[in-house]
C-alpha cells in the first residue's frame, strides 16, 4: 500500500529557477514530515522536516509547505543550482523522528547550467 | 565525527545464499534501522532495534533477520537469498527520537 505519492518523477529546472516537489500521504496519523536528498553512491541526507503544527518551514533556500486538511506537503527550492542535482523523498512518520519512515518514491531533480 | 558506516560496499550472492550485512552507528547513537531501497524506488523499511531490542519491523518475509550487539552496532542477515533480494541495503542510525542519519548502503546483488 502506497501510503506516501510523490510527484513528479522527474523535474528540469534551469539555473536559478525554483523547483518544486509534491507528495500526499493517506495515514492522517502521520506527525512527522522530512525530505531527504540522495546523491548517486550515496546514502540519503536529511533536508528538512516539518511536523504538522505549523504550515511552513524555511531553511536557507529550502521551503517545505504543509497543507493538513489537504494531506499535502511540498518542497521548494529557491534559486535552483546545478548542485542540488539529485534524488528528493518525502517521507512521513508517526511519533518520534527516529521511528519507521514511510517513503515516497522519490524526485530525480536536475538543474541545468 | 564518523557517520555511519556499513560493510561491505558491495557484495555479490547467488541464489539460495545467505548473507549478513554490518552496520556501524554514529557513537552515542543506540538506535539502529534497517532499510531495502530498490533501484529507482524509495527506500523501504525492515527493522528498527534500539537497546538492542527489536522495537519495529516492516513487511518483510521471516528470511530477513537482524540483531545488535552492545556496543550498538548491528548485522542484518537474509537467509535463502532470492532474485528480488537485489537492492541498496541502507542502515540509519538516530538517537531516540531523533532524526535518522543513513549510512551509505550495502548494494547486493543476486544472481
Known amino acids: 500500500q502506497q501510503q506516501v505519492k510523490q510527484s513528479p518523477q522527474s523535474l528540469i529546472v534551469q539555473k536559478g529557477g525554483i523547483s518544486i516537489i509534491n507528495c500526499a500521504y493517506e495515514n492522517t496519523a502521520f506527525d512527522y514530515f522530512p525530505w531527504y536528498q540522495q546523491f548517486p553512491g550515496k546514502g540519503p541526507a536529511l533536508l528538512i522536516a516539518i511536523r504538522p503544527d505549523v504550515s511552513e518551514k524555511k531553511e536557507g533556500r529550502f521551503t517545505i509547505s504543509f497543507n493538513k486538511s489537504a494531506k499535502q506537503f511540498s518542497l521548494h527550492i529557491m534559486d535552483s543550482q546545478p548542485g542540488d542535482s539529485a534524488t528528493y523523498f518525502c517521507a512521513a512518520s508517526i511519533g518520534t523522528s527516529g521511528s519507521r519512515l514511510t517513503f515516497g518514491e522519490g524526485t530525480q531533480l536536475t538543474v541545468n547550467p | ?111
Open chain 2, 1 to 111: 565525527d564518523a557517520g555511519v558506516t556499513q560493510s561491505p560496499t558491495h557484495l555479490i550472492k547467488t541464489r539460495g545464499q545467505h548473507v549478513t550485512l554490518r552496520c556501524s552507528p554514529i557513537s552515542g547513537h543506540k538506535s539502529v534501522s534497517w532499510y531495502q531501497q530498490v533501484l529507482g524506488q524509495g527506500p523501504q523499511f525492515i527493522f528498527q532495534y534500539y537497546e538492542k531490542e527489536e522495537r519495529g519491523r516492516g513487511n518483510f518475509p521471516d528470511r530477513f533477520s537482524a540483531r545488535q550487539f552492545p556496543n550498538y552496532s548491528s548485522e542484518l542477515n537474509v537467509n535463502a537469498l532470492l532474485l528480488g533480494d537485489s537492492a541498496l541495503y541502507l542502515c540509519a542510525s538516530s538517537l531516540w527520537g531523533g532524526p535518522l542519519h543513513f549510512g551509505n548502503g550495502t548494494r547486493l546483488t543476486v544472481t
